[in-house]
C-alpha cells in the first residue's frame, strides 16, 4: 500500500513537501513516481524515480524527487509553488524498473496507486 500526506495550502513561491510511505512491498528495485490531477483535467506525470529521475518538464528546477529505500518513503519537494501547481497529488509504483521519461509518464505502466494528498497553491 502507498500513503501519502504532506499536502497543503500555500501562497505562490512557498514550499512544501509531500511524503508517500509504501508498506507490505517493497519497491527498492522499482520505480515511484508522482502524478497529479487538477479539477476538470486528465491526470498528468509530475516525477518518478526509476533508474534515473525524471520531470515533467514544468516543474524541472522547482520539484525535487528523491527516495529513503531502507524507510520505503518517496518524497517530493516542491519549491516555488504556482498556482498551476494546484491539484491532487498521488504517489504510484511498480516493480519494474523505468528508464526513460516518455515511460515514466504513462500512468497504465503503475500497478499500485495511493491515494492523494490535495496541494493547493493561491496567487
Known amino acids: 500500500q502507498l500513503q501519502a500526506c504532506g499536502g497543503g495550502a500555500v501562497q505562490a513561491g512557498g514550499s512544501l513537501r509531500l511524503s508517500c510511505a509504501a508498506s507490505?512491498?517493497?519497491?527498492?528495485?522499482?520505480?515511484m513516481s508522482w502524478f497529479r490531477q487538477a479539477p476538470g483535467k486528465e491526470r498528468e506525470f509530475v516525477a518518478a524515480d526509476g533508474r534515473g529521475t525524471y520531470y515533467r518538464d514544468s516543474v524541472k528546477g522547482r520539484f525535487t524527487i528523491s527516495r529513503d529505500n531502507a524507510k520505503s518513503i518517496l518524497s517530493l519537494q516542491m519549491n516555488n509553488l504556482k498556482p498551476e501547481d494546484t491539484a491532487v497529488y498521488y504517489c504510484?509504483?511498480?516493480?519494474?524498473?523505468?528508464?526513460?521519461?516518455?515511460?515514466?509518464?504513462?500512468?497504465?505502466?503503475?500497478?499500485?496507486w495511493g491515494q492523494g494528498t490535495q496541494v493547493t497553491v493561491s496567487s
Open positions: 507490505g512491498h517493497s519497491f527498492s528495485r522499482g520505480t
Open positions: 504510484a509504483a511498480d516493480d519494474r524498473t523505468i528508464s526513460s521519461n516518455f515511460y515514466a509518464s504513462q500512468g497504465h505502466r503503475y500497478y499500485y
